[in-house]
């Protein structure tokens, strides 16, 4: 029978060890947002500042280029809230299990809570009670401190080596979206939604729309919230056997 304290300490090192290839899977990402900055002219502490931040690849290699092209304030931050605002769904999705603690864990978590974090909280038990609360608290902080680690190693590196930006890191980008979404298609209104708005991104980048991953992914949704509801009325017209 484990003592309390070393449920706690089990809790962390499982969280860690659940996180580790995310974390790993950020090693090209990190080190392209931080060797960006430096190569965009700023900083040294504004290319720290970023990731101990904003903590949002997408966010800040937008903001990053942005803020180097003299960009309006306004429009920096409206495409920001733009590409992060799927964090206000984490929320919400999460909010139930959450709604109960107290405001300082709720911001703690509320920070660290990225795609992959969300990613390991799909489950209907977790972060529920103390311990599964220590496991996401010690997932979440385990990728911030890599996505910062990785940050600075970007740094460093972009101040003596060429542009990173050509070597195609910011596949990674993909790569991790890719293994996060993959494992939650498992009906058929999520496939539909993923099909829908990984086409559409395509087709909408193609033909050079500015926003065109905002329309892809509220068309993707929209699509999957119509074959549910068709799915569902299927089976309420079945005639009972």
Not at 5 to 33: E, H, R, S, Y
Not at 123 to 128: G, M, N, P, R, V
Not at 141 to 168: E, K, M, R
Request: proline content about 4%.
């Amino acid at each position: 029978m484990l003592t309390k304290k070393q449920a706690t300490i089990k809790m962390i090192q499982k969280g860690i060890i659940d996180m580790l290839p995310l974390n790993l899977a950020v090693i090209p990402w990190g080190i392209l947002c931080g060797s960006l900055a430096i190569q965009r002219d700023f900083t040294v502490l504004e290319a720290l500042l970023m990731p101990m931040i904003v903590f949002a690849g997408a966010a800040q290699l937008v903001a990053t280029e942005l803020i180097a092209e003299n960009a309006p304030l306004l429009t920096i931050l409206f495409t920001v809230f733009i590409i992060s605002s799927r964090h206000f769904l984490y929320g919400l999705a999460l909010r139930q299990k959450l709604k109960v603690l107290p405001l300082k864990k709720r911001v703690a978590l509320g920070f660290v809570l990225t795609d992959e974090l969300f990613a390991l909280s799909t489950d209907k038990k977790s972060l529920k009670g103390k311990l599964r609360l220590t496991y996401g608290v010690s997932a979440g902080f385990s990728f911030y401190f890599s996505w910062l680690f990785f940050n600075i190693v970007g740094i460093v590196a972009g101040a003596y080596l060429p542009d990173l930006t050509t070597l195609g890191l910011d596949f990674a980008i993909a790569v991790t979206f890719i293994a996060l979404v993959i494992p939650t298609i498992t009906s058929l209104p999520v496939l539909v939604a993923v099909c829908v708005s990984g086409v559409l991104s395509v087709v909408l980048k193609l033909m050079g729309w500015e926003l065109d991953l905002v329309i892809a992914s509220l068309v993707g949704m929209y699509s999957g919230y119509l074959t549910l509801r068709f799915t569902n009325q299927n089976q309420l017209n079945e005639p009972e056997k």
